[in-house]
């Protein structure tokens, strides 16, 4: 299965996470690490970093940065990453949940989808810690 089609699905991909990243007006180190760890992974031609990371700034588009991304499974996995990079400082603020509302209805994904997405990713927060119980780790 081809996950991407285009060098601009990739790119448009990236910087979606980089705006509901921005929507607390701050990118952290990590975040930024872990989105050049995308780049990387989608294999994303180091010429388009400083697209990226311009790209995104208070009066950002994203109705145009949507725009590349078209097929359903890849409309479903964007949704799915952004709840999880919304998860990943353990905050998911009303603003990201407003940023995913928005997104979502720009890409036409119904509301029930987002909400499995958000139960699945609760539930995984809850297996981490029984797992780290279990194990005895600190976490």
Known sequence: MVLF???????????????????????DDSEVEALN???????????????????????SDIKKILEPIVERNIKLM?????????????????????????????????ESKVLEFEAIMEENILLRKKLFNALEWEG
């Open 5 to 27: 089609n285009t060098v601009e699905e990739k790119v448009s991909y990236v910087k979606a996470l980089l705006y509901i990243a921005s929507l607390d007006e701050k990118v």
């Open 37 to 59: 760890s995308i780049c990387r992974l989608y294999n994303i031609p180091e010429e388009y970093y400083a697209d990226i990371w311009n790209s995104v700034n208070g009066s």
């Open 78 to 110: 964007l949704i799915n990453d952004l709840i999880s990079l919304c998860f990943a400082d353990g905050r998911y603020t009303d603003v990201e949940k407003k940023g995913i509302r928005n997104i979502s209805k720009l890409l036409n994904i119904e």
